[in-house]
């Protein structure tokens, strides 16, 4: 088998994973035979029928497990993996078009470690409420959206699910595997649509980013931990100076400026200076021209996300964070 879609299910159920298989099922161009479905149940009491299940021309395994959370389930669907290729997805999505499994199958002709794309993001317009699609391009790396990756890359580089996150648990495993690619490939063609649901929280809570940025601070501490054992150290100071300016650079994004969020803004400042004073020494071990290049990178992206005029400096920003230690 070529490829295998590998997808958690909690408590979504049959009307809710149906447009997902429903958007495999009319694929264009692509020999069913060549695909396979993998659930995994995450301890949830709500189970996908068997009725949905039986009609597709594809074939869905469907296993129940334990309540570990979404990273843990994820593993488990990758160790009941057999296929060449195997592509993450969350159970509310689905494909953007009838060719996006041609896209991959074309790929893993040529061979890959992993695999980027673009993705189609549905959401709502703040103003009005109104439907709106918005294109990711490369440079969101680090949603689970959109990645493919080789079997056997995984198994040879024991790259795993981090257990103990379960919110923005992607950036870590997915920036992990980039990192360690030694062939990686880029499609700017989008296959994957990461749809709206109304009961989604990181969706409709306006402060949900402000809320959990601690939890992604947990991931980026994760992935640092595994980079130096892995005798990465090179690239896990790399990855911590960019760290530091995109926490710097967010801090100065509009939402953490507004008065009424500054518990937020506090609480996450104070969870960085101690994630800053373990690692400040791979923020020392870097150059200062590894610290511009880096910085200039993450500030243009800020920008467009919708950093306003930075407050103080980086140094000022910095100390402060060492008096809260």
């Known amino acids: 088998m070529k490829l295998q879609i590998l997808i958690p299910q909690y408590e979504e159920s049959d009307e809710v994973v149906k447009p997902l298989l429903d958007s495999i099922a009319i694929q264009q161009n692509v020999d069913f035979a060549d695909i396979g ?25 469907y296993h129940k497990e334990p309540h570990r959370g979404v990273s843990a389930t994820r593993d488990a669907c990758f160790n009941y993996s057999t296929a060449d290729y195997v592509m993450f997805c969350d159970a509310d999505d689905m494909f953007f078009n009838i060719i996006g499994i041609f896209h991959i199958l074309s790929e893993t002709e040529k061979g890959f470690d992993s695999l980027v794309s673009t993705f189609v993001e549905e959401t709502k317009a703040p103003h009005n409420g109104e439907t709106v699609y918005i294109v990711h391009g490369l440079s969101d790396q680090t949603f689970v959206h959109g990645k493919v990756y080789s079997r056997q890359f995984l198994l ?41 649901r109304d009961d989604s929280v990181c969706r ?3 402060k949900y980013m402000l809320k959990t940025y601690n939890n992604m601070l947990d991931s980026n501490e994760a992935l640092l931990g595994e980079l130096l054992s892995r005798k ?3 690239e896990a100071s790399q990855y911590f100076v960019s760290m530091v300016f995109d926490t710097y650079y967010t801090m100065n994004k509009v939402a953490w400026i507004n008065q009424e969020n500054q518990e937020y803004r506090v609480n996450t400042e104070r969870r960085f200076a101690d994630v800053f004073k373990h690692y400040k020494w791979l923020w020392d071990k870097a150059t200062d021209e590894e610290k511009l290049y880096i910085s200039n990178a993450v500030r243009s992206r800020s920008i467009h996300e919708g950093m306003a005029m930075e407050s103080i400096t980086i140094s000022d920003w910095l100390r402060r964070i060492e008096e809260l230690a």
Not at 37 to 61: A, K, Q, R, W
Not at 157 to 179: G, K, P, V
Request: hydrophobic share 40%.
């Open 156 to 196: 040879d580089n024991n790259i795993r699910w981090n257990h103990s996150l379960t919110i923005h648990e992607d950036s870590f495993f997915n920036t992990l595997c980039l990192m360690l690619s030694k062939k990686p490939s880029l499609c700017n063609d989008p296959f994957y649509l990461w749809k709206w």
């Open 204 to 206: 409709h809570d306006k």
């Open 232 to 234: 990465m150290e090179t």
């Open 37 to 61: 479905i993998i659930i995994c149940n995450d301890g949830s009491d709500v189970f996908l029928s068997d009725e949905l299940l039986n009609s597709y021309p594809f074939i869905v395994e």
